[in-house]
């Protein structure tokens, strides 16, 4: 079984938070470590309180990243793009994994047995477009010196969330990021218009099969993240669509993030059983 690291940017009640790191150590074998990124508009207290879970009851299994990325929109550093690659660097120097997973402190995982994803494929991501909006500001200031540097270009959309990558690879991508793309760009570029903040959902996917277009045909059809509808009334729907096998996937986005709601609290009896099954202490 291959070895994964999830990668979370939080910045909600620490109950929420332990929820997802219930679900996630319940539903997926494979998470060998959690490593969160904290938002600096929380508070100390809000951080502290993560670094005593990191030592305590999460010892070994939750890291919290010391650096705090302003994560509003409009400046750069900021947006999913910085802090991605920020918990990469970090976890990297702590424990030894094979893949990275991305996602988000709202996905919730359903079912059990995404482990087969991780070790069927190579790398993967939930592709909502190829050759996708090229009057985007991102894709504007960074195509010319892509196709220019790469001979197969592969411009590709999609959300960060859901999306793995093998270890060295994603090193290789993030340093070419800011060792190499974000230095022929001036800073007031990278600014303009969010500039970079919008291309989390096209600069690592992109980068990466432009850097490794071997893997290109390695995108998978099987889905881990259910992303098609953000509605709670849908999300309902196409929970009950993936528990009967219906619908092809292993978690859900936009969970509402509060600890009492209702879709929540189903997800978490969900969580519960799983790891009663399994022998796992609730």
């Known amino acids: 079984m291959k070895r994964v ?11 929420v938070i332990v929820d997802q790191l219930e679900n996630y150590r319940s539903f997926v074998p494979s998470f060998v470590g959690i490593v969160l990124h904290v938002s600096n508009c929380c508070s100390k207290d ?3 309180k993560l670094i005593s879970l990191s030592e305590n ?8 990243n010391p650096e705090r990325l302003n994560v509003t929109k409009g400046n750069w550093p900021c947006g999913l793009t910085s802090l991605f690659c920020s918990n990469f660097n970090f976890i990297k120097e702590k424990i030894d994994f094979d893949l990275y997973y991305l996602s988000n402190s709202n996905d919730m995982f359903v079912k059990a047995g995404v482990e087969t994803i991780f070790d069927f494929y190579e790398s993967g991501v939930n592709v909502l477009s190829d050759n996708p909006l090229s009057d985007r500001s991102d894709v504007i200031l960074f195509k010319p010196l ?15 969330e859901g999306s793995f990558y093998p270890k060295e690879k994603f090193d290789d991508m993030q340093k070419f ?4 793309l974000l230095l022929t760009i001036p800073i007031e570029d990278l600014n303009l218009q969010n500039g970079l903040i919008g291309g989390q959902e096209y600069l690592f996917t992109t980068i990466f099969y ?5 893997l290109f045909e390695c995108r998978y059809k099987d889905k881990i993240l259910d992303i098609d509808i953000s509605t709670f009334e849908y999300h309902v729907h196409n929970l009950n669509e993936i ?10 986005k ?7 709601n209702s879709l929540r609290c189903k997800i978490r009896n969900l969580s519960n059983l799983h790891k009663s099954s399994i022998g796992q202490k609730i």
């Open 177 to 180: 990021i800011f060792q190499e």
């Open 243 to 252: 528990l009967s096998g219906r619908r092809n996937a292993y978690a859900i």
């Open 5 to 15: 690291v999830a990668s979370i940017p939080v910045h909600e009640n620490i109950s």
């Open 57 to 64: 009851e999460y010892k070994n299994y939750l890291f919290i």
């Open 46 to 48: 809000f951080f502290e």
């Open 254 to 260: 936009r969970v509402p993030r509060s600890f009492a």
């Open 146 to 160: 892509l196709e220019t540097k790469f001979k197969q270009f592969h411009s590709t959309l999609s959300f960060a």
């Open 210 to 214: 432009s850097l490794f277009p071997e």
